[in-house]
Nanobody, 116 residues
Framework: VQLQASGGGLVQAGGSLRLSCAASGRAVSSTVMAWFRQAPGKEREFVGSITYTGSIVKGRFTISRDNAKNTAYLQMSSLKPEDTAVYSC????????????????WGQGTLVTVSS
């Protein structure tokens, strides 16, 4: 399974951004897709995931998927400077919770910078 994350960039506080995670080698419809982020000097943090039955997300963020495009998305709204981080998507065949060690496949990460 290969994952390609994209959509990061510079956005002002209060703005929105949608990240994409294109998958190949496995259907996202049968895969648990997750998003993590890592800010400078901080540990990797679980943002949320989408499973076969629904999504688990944090507050202002929403995770969805387009099975036809085999892509998962992270919609972020009301962004704050503290949301600045490298965002990575990950995949696992079964529900793996928030522990990054349980995810088998990772995308390369995309940088999101939120200016104040």
């Amino acid at each position: 399974v290969q994952l390609q994350a994209s959509g990061g960039g510079l956005v002002q506080a209060g703005g929105s951004l949608r990240l994409s995670c294109a998958a190949s080698g496995r259907a996202v419809s049968s895969t648990v897709m997750a998003w993590f982020r890592q800010a400078p000097g901080k540990e990797r943090e679980f943002v949320g995931s989408i499973t076969y039955t629904g999504s688990i997300v944090k507050g202002r963020f929403t995770i969805s998927r387009d099975n036809a495009k085999n892509t998962a998305y992270l919609q972020m709204s009301s962004l704050k400077p503290e949301d600045t981080a490298v965002y990575s998507c990950a995949a696992a065949p079964y529900y793996s919770g928030s522990d990054p060690r349980m995810y088998d496949y990772w995308g390369q990460g995309t940088l999101v910078t939120v200016s104040s």
